[in-house]
Nanobody, 121 residues
């Protein structure tokens, strides 16, 4: 059973920083892309950042220069370093990954349960 578990959310003042982590566990053959999405109340879920390798990352325009995505393949973990946080960054942040589980022979999309990030003004 593959699962993604996020951690690191919380309450922070505007201008502050948080670091989110997401660990993939279970019977995993390989992990391709890993990403962070977010969803604010009343809004659709949107892509924040995606990483395939250290040389292959992409970011939403609204976080460029403030957020950094990275991954540790040995730990099946993806991180999101969030700096210069703004109140409009308040949302539930979800981890997403394309994972080939054991005995499945194809990649499936997995989601974490989400972690709340609240930025006060």
């Amino acid at each position: 059973q593959v699962q993604l578990v996020e951690s690191g959310g919380g309450l922070v003042q505007a201008g502050g920083s948080l670091r989110l982590s997401c660990v993939a566990s279970g019977s995993i053959i390989s992990i391709n892309a890993m990403a962070w999405y977010r969803q604010a109340p009343g809004s659709q879920r949107e892509l924040v950042a995606r990483v395939i390798s250290s040389d292959s990352t992409n970011y939403a325009d609204f976080v460029k220069g403030r957020f950094t995505i990275s991954r540790d393949n040995a730990k099946n973990t993806v991180y999101l370093q969030m700096n210069s946080l703004k109140p409009e960054d308040t949302a539930v942040y979800y981890c997403n990954a394309d994972i080939e589980p054991a005995r499945v022979h194809r990649a499936l999309v997995f989601w974490g349960q989400g972690t709340q990030v609240t930025v006060s003004s």
